[in-house]
């Protein structure tokens, strides 16, 4: 049974600071791997999709690799602002259905 | 472009009721599901559909009912609400791309509470 965990659970930082989030899978079957964020109270938003055949993908400051055979992902957030303040949840899975982390919450402050 | 659209946003019942959560999209997508979110354990998948007029259980499906009679829309059905049954739901939509990709797109999410 395919089980995700995301590390750490939470994470303080000033503005400004580079940082990573990880997510580890169980099963490298995967067919693709997402990654969410959201903010308190509200719903999901894409931020990024890596495909089973790629490594990475990136948006903006935010990058996110992904290594199938040892079962990690990885999502870098370059120049931490405040607004980046929410949850960060990584899913993987098939085209109908997704498991999820339990998320990491992550407080960037001036 | 509406995207997923869930209905009602906030809901309170008593145990026993019944009622019906609504969920449409308006992207054409094959795929659509149910998750529940509860604190500490992420989201769970309850039902899911991979087109009209077929469904199948998630991880957490007692309780719950689907049936999928449009491309547009997914209802789920609360039988008998129970306490353990308040959580935040959310549907979410998906439809394969060009290179077998896919990207899922969540609903806002309805909180319900059951006391």
């Known amino acids: 049974k395919q089980e995700v965990t995301q590390i750490p659970a939470a994470l303080s930082v000033p503005e400004g600071e580079n940082l990573v989030l990880n997510c580890s899978f169980t099963?490298?079957?995967?067919?693709?791997l997402q990654w969410f964020r959201q903010d308190p109270g509200k719903g999901l938003t894409s931020l990024l999709l890596?495909?089973?055949?790629?490594r990475e993908q990136t948006s903006g400051r935010l990058n996110a690799s992904l290594d199938k055979s040892s079962g990690r992902s990885t999502l870098y957030i370059a120049a931490s602002q405040p607004g980046d303040s929410a949850t960060y949840l990584c899913?993987?899975?098939?085209?109908?259905?997704?498991?999820f982390g339990t998320g990491t919450r992550l407080q960037v402050f001036p | 472009n509406a995207g997923v659209t869930q209905t009602p946003k906030f809901q309170v019942l008593k145990t026993g009721q019944s009622m019906t959560l609504q969920c449409a999209q308006d992207?054409?997508?094959?795929?659509m599901s149910w998750y529940r979110q509860d604190p500490g354990m992420g989201l769970r998948l309850i039902h899911y559909?991979?087109?009209?007029?077929?469904?199948d259980q998630g991880e957490v499906p007692n309780g719950y009912n689907v049936s999928r009679s449009t491309t547009e829309d997914f209802p789920l059905r609360l039988l008998s609400a129970a306490p353990s049954q308040t959580s935040v739901y959310f549907c979410?939509?998906?439809?394969?791309?060009?290179?077998?990709?896919?990207?899922?797109?969540f609903g806002p999410g309805t909180r319900l509470t059951v006391t």
């Open positions: 099963d490298s079957a995967i067919y693709n």
């Open positions: 899913a993987v899975g098939d085209p109908d259905k997704l498991i």
């Open positions: 890596i495909q089973s055949s790629q």
């Open positions: 979410a939509s998906s439809s394969l791309l060009a290179g077998s990709s896919y990207e899922q797109y």
């Open positions: 559909s991979v087109g009209a007029g077929i469904t």
């Open positions: 992207m054409n997508h094959e795929y």
